[in-house]
């Protein structure tokens, strides 16, 4: 038994919901207690679908119980296959109807239902969401897909899209584009907009690009070993990652690795002075691995910043993160833990965090801005524009994205050179986020607050973001007030600095001179 | 004038009802947690359950941002489920840790879900041995909060019934308000009350352990909320009496409820009139503003929050509008007889749901307006049908005079949007 406040992974079939809801013509029937149909308004408010997820729940009650629960499963079989006519069926159970063990698959199979079944096995009290959606795509990938033979031209599935994933939708795009310009074809883009039936042409394809390795590396690896189709490694996130990508497929198709990259604006943008402001910028990343492992680069490479933390929430994809703390020279953070990322973020002191929406919400709590790189997702990580991670766009989109939230360019200086001009004051931010300034901490209250204003995220909890001093130190007052005239977002680390200097000095009393004796010593 | 004057000849207390059974689109009983640990406030939640059951807090309440928010799951793991770790010793633990860490809390209710009801884990005896434990300091009480025992809004039921049996004996004269209201409207139904001599006035849930209303034979009590049958049963066990009376939404409802309360405190007409008469003038008038778009058009009312019957009554008597059907998951007609009394018979009475058969019945009847989950809203308006989620009900202030205005304006707004958007080419 574990006590869980917030949890970045749902049960795992709604990791099942996410593959089914992403195809078409399938359709789930899900063996589930009344309550769980919750999981609809995911995809219909979240990612503001304009259909229902093609899932029939058996809402069974407690008077059900003690009848036939298994008879209920199969009458509601039948009657979604009726009514809904699909290419095929995924059955499976949720977390209580594990418990009374109707073994879905087994009672379907005794149907006569003409279309292709497929039982989901998904252990709902040792897996997570993400397993669920990996395992559910694995299961139709082998049932479906069949060898055939491959298509005359060159062509590529891509795999992993699927509902409520981050940028999911254009991302297919991009990597189409940067297929295209290296003379690729599309084979089938699976599971999202799939049917079952295109699955059974994914064997005709030369390529697999595996897109999200959370949610098709084990298909990508059926279809290596039954299908003889090769799958990359390489996710294209961010300028170095494309061009690897491109060189990557090229290998595998025995192809020219072209490039268009006119439409890459990144590197400029990068290198131009506006962008000296980033060199160094502390920053903290948390997510699912494969978005962490690619903003990691970006990072470092691509942007100048300094990163300070990482890790990830998904424990499948736990060596990899490691590997990565390696080259990175960090102690890096498994867990979905969401009090345990707090404390990691809070220790650390980042100038930014990159993470998904729950350290959106950390951020906010610890006044340090954050910029969302990965699911779980936010009604806000499906906008209306095109705004993909991947390929050539997405390294520009990523750059605005991760820019956005800082205080920018001359604006910081500006903020240093008036930092007692009243509009300059401490709450009032960046000047390009009017209503996300954090709010001095007399105004907000944390148990009175609207369910609006929760909404639009304007709360700052009592936690000032540069509480962070030391019991046995002590500030003197006009080291204090000196430290008040530091603008606020670097307000943390010179704190945070100065005390480290004057512990390794032996100082206990922090004087105006400890500041800025402090503040040579760490001068970059 | 204070009377239900034009009583129907025939009403929906008379219509058959149409039940169903088949898939239920409907939040499960957890779902309550989201409003009553704001409201009370020394109170925690720990719901003993699955992945599913925290997922479906955090969706349902669609923000996070409390690091700690005064509600989590203890999640069942496969060691709990195959006997190798005692389930109960894993909940002391638990529980042990949680409230040592925040010892603000004063109430805590251990909430049974799903599998821990499947698995028989007997929460009403963990509560007990808890309260032993950690007495005097903390309470520990249990409920359930099931998918497989209640819908939504009956959760706030479970919860409240539970409480009931721990409340302090009194042979006060007293009056006691049920159902958890925001403060602003509570202090409203309060102010008006009093102001009319009534009182003392208790309320349950009350904001603070310390707070908890006495009950007893002289207590009377009137719902504040149409889903609070268990709650009304268990005050009565304790000897308390029920008013009933229509739910107090709109400017009739309100006053019907507020007279009922009158009359049985020998509150004189004159005095009535004196302090309603301001108040209902000003519900009139916000009404008449809000339900313009709403006058004849149609609405059908999906099951959900429980609310649907006296919300049917208020839309069709006051705002001019016509049911179709009013479905609700389920049908007390204890609590909500005074209502259907005054709904004129012709729409649908609906209990429970087979959900895919009544989505067929609202695309054939192209309702005006359809009140439904958010599974279903935007579903049903690609349809081109106008939608109103139905959990905006239960977070919203609604009730009272001064909120009867607002009420009308969550079913106008979506109409008045279909009516100001231009979307389409112009040719």
Redesign the interface.
């Known amino acids: 038994?574990?006590?869980?406040?917030?949890?970045y992974?749902?049960?795992p079939?709604?990791g099942a919901m996410r593959v089914a809801t992403a195809m078409k013509g399938l359709h789930y029937v899900l063996h589930a207690?009344?309550?769980?149909?919750?999981?609809?308004?995911?995809f219909?408010?979240i990612e503001?679908?304009?259909?229902?997820p093609p899932v029939?729940?058996?809402?069974?009650?407690?008077r059900?119980?003690g009848e036939d629960t298994a008879g209920i499963f199969k009458q509601?079989c039948q009657?979604a296959y009726d009514?809904f006519k699909p290419q095929a069926i995924i059955v499976g159970a949720?977390?209580?109807a594990e418990?009374?063990q109707d073994d879905p698959g087994g009672l379907a199979e005794t149907m006569d239902i003409p279309v292709p079944v497929v039982a989901l096995e998904l252990?709902?009290?040792?897996r997570?969401e993400n397993f669920g959606s990996d395992e559910t795509f694995y299961q139709l990938v082998k049932a479906l897909a069949g060898p055939v033979e491959k298509t005359p031209e060159i062509t590529a599935n891509l795999i992993g899209p699927l509902a409520l994933g981050f940028r999911h939708r254009d991302d297919i795009e991009e990597v189409k584009g940067l297929l295209y310009e290296m003379g690729i074809g599309i084979n089938v883009v699976a599971p999202f907009d799939a049917t079952p039936e295109d699955l059974t042409r994914l064997g005709a394809a030369h390529v697999n690009i595996l897109m999200y390795p959370e949610h098709a590396e084990t298909a990508a690896r059926h279809m290596e070993r039954a299908l003889g189709i090769p799958y990359t490694r390489t996710v294209p996130i961010g300028v170095g990652a494309t061009h690897d990508f491109v060189a990557e497929v090229a290998r595998l198709c025995g192809v020219e690795p072209k490039k268009d990259l006119s439409r890459l604006r990144q590197p400029w943008w990068s290198k131009s002075v506006d962008s000296t402001y980033l060199t160094g910028k502390r920053v903290f990343l948390f997510g699912d691995a494969t978005h962490v492992k690619t903003a990691a680069r970006i990072a470092r490479d691509e942007m100048g910043f300094e990163v300070v933390g990482l890790g990830c929430y998904n424990r499948e994809f736990a060596r990899d993160i490691r590997a990565l703390g390696k080259e990175f020279g960090l102690e890096p953070l498994i867990t979905d833990d969401?009090?345990e990322v707090?404390k990691a973020i809070e220790e650390a002191a980042p100038e930014m965090i990159l993470g998904t929406q729950?350290e959106r919400?950390?951020g906010?709590?610890l006044g340090i801005p954050c910029a969302v790189i990965s699911a779980p997702v936010h009604v806000q990580d499906f906008p209306a524009r095109y705004s993909p991670q991947m390929g050539w766009e997405g390294a520009n989109v990523i750059f605005d994205t991760w820019i956005h939230p800082l205080v920018m360019g001359l604006e910081e200086h500006l903020l240093a050179m008036f930092r007692e001009d009243f509009e300059f004051h401490d709450e009032a931010g960046a000047s390009h986020h009017g209503g996300h300034a954090p709010r001095s901490v007399a105004e907000a209250s944390?148990?009175e607050?609207a369910?609006e204003e929760?909404?639009s995220?304007k709360?700052k909890?009592e936690v000032a973001p540069d509480a962070t001093g030391s019991d046995v130190m002590v500030w003197l007052a006009d080291a204090e007030k000196e430290l008040k005239k530091i603008p606020f977002f670097v307000r943390g680390k010179a704190r945070r600095n100065t005390e480290k200097f004057a512990a390794e000095k032996g100082v206990t009393e922090i004087s105006v001179d400890t500041l800025y004796e402090a503040k040579a010593h760490y001068a970059r | 004038m204070n009377h239900p004057a034009n009583i129907p000849a025939t009403t929906c207390r008379d219509t058959p009802v149409l039940k169903e059974r088949?898939?239920?689109?409907?939040?499960?009983?957890?779902?309550g947690i989201i409003w009553l640990h704001r409201k009370m406030?020394d109170a925690f939640f720990?719901v003993?359950g699955?992945?599913?059951c925290?997922?479906?807090l955090?969706?349902?309440a669609?923000?996070?941002?409390?690091?700690?928010?005064r509600f989590?799951?203890?999640?069942?793991?496969?060691t709990?489920?195959a006997g190798m770790?005692d389930?109960n010793d894993?909940?002391d633990?638990?529980v042990a840790?949680?409230l040592s860490r925040r010892p603000d809390i004063k109430q805590l209710f251990l909430v049974g879900s799903?599998?821990s009801?499947?698995?028989k884990l007997d929460l009403a005896r963990a509560a007990e041995r808890l309260t032993q434990i950690h007495a005097p300091h903390v309470r520990v009480l249990n409920y359930s909060g099931?998918?497989?025992?209640t819908?939504f809004t009956q959760g706030e039921d479970a919860c409240l019934a539970s409480m009931v049996p721990v409340l302090p004996a009194t042979e006060a004269r007293e009056l006691l308000l049920v159902g958890a209201l925001p403060d602003v409207v509570e202090d409203q139904a309060v102010g008006l009350l009093s102001k009319m001599g009534i009182g003392p006035i208790r309320v349950l849930p009350a904001p603070r352990s310390a707070d908890a209303p006495g009950v007893g034979p002289n207590t009377v009590f009137a719902c504040l909320q149409p889903f609070l049958g268990d709650t009304a049963a268990a005050l009565e066990r304790r000897g308390a009496r029920m008013i009933q009376a229509p739910f107090p939404f709109g400017e009739e409802g309100t006053t019907l409820w507020l007279k009922a309360i009158a009359d049985e405190f020998g509150v004189d007409d004159a005095t009535f009139e004196a302090v309603t008469a301001a108040p209902r003038a000003r519900a009139r008038t916000a009404i008449a503003n809000a339900s313009a778009h709403l006058r004849g058009k149609t609405i059908f009312f999906m099951p959900d929050s429980q609310l649907e019957i006296p919300l049917a009554r208020f839309l069709t008597r006051e705002c001019g509008m016509e049911a179709v059907e009013i479905g609700q998951p389920f049908i007390h007609k204890g609590l909500v007889g005074p209502d259907l009394d005054l709904i004129p018979a012709g729409p649908t009475i609906s209990e429970g749901q087979d959900v895919?058969k009544q989505l067929d019945r609202v695309r054939a009847a192209r309702p005006d307006l359809t009140v439904c989950?958010?599974?279903?809203?935007?579903?049903l308006?690609?349809e081109g049908l106008t939608t109103k989620w139905a959990i905006e009900l239960v977070?919203t202030p609604v009730h009272f005079y001064d909120q009867a205005g607002d009420l009308a304006g969550l079913f106008s707004r979506p109409l008045r949007r279909r009516d100001l958007l231009k979307l389409e080419a112009a040719e």
């Open positions: 038994m574990k006590l869980t406040v917030w949890t992974e749902g049960p079939h709604v207690p009344q309550g769980d149909t919750y999981a609809d308004l995911l219909t408010m503001r679908r304009n259909h229902r029939t729940y058996t809402t069974f009650e407690g059900d119980l509601t009657d009514r949720s977390c209580t418990l009374i252990p709902s009290y040792q997570k969401y009090l707090e729950m919400h950390i906010k709590r944390v148990a607050v369910p929760r909404i995220g709360v909890d | 088949g898939q239920r689109e409907v939040f499960c009983g957890l779902t406030q720990l003993v699955s992945r599913t925290a997922h479906l955090q969706s349902a669609g923000v996070m941002i409390f690091a700690e928010p989590g799951t203890a999640i069942l793991e496969e709990d489920l770790a389930a894993e909940l633990r638990e840790r949680l799903c599998p009801e499947v698995i099931s998918g497989i025992e819908t895919d989950g958010l599974g279903l809203a935007n579903p308006e690609a977070f």
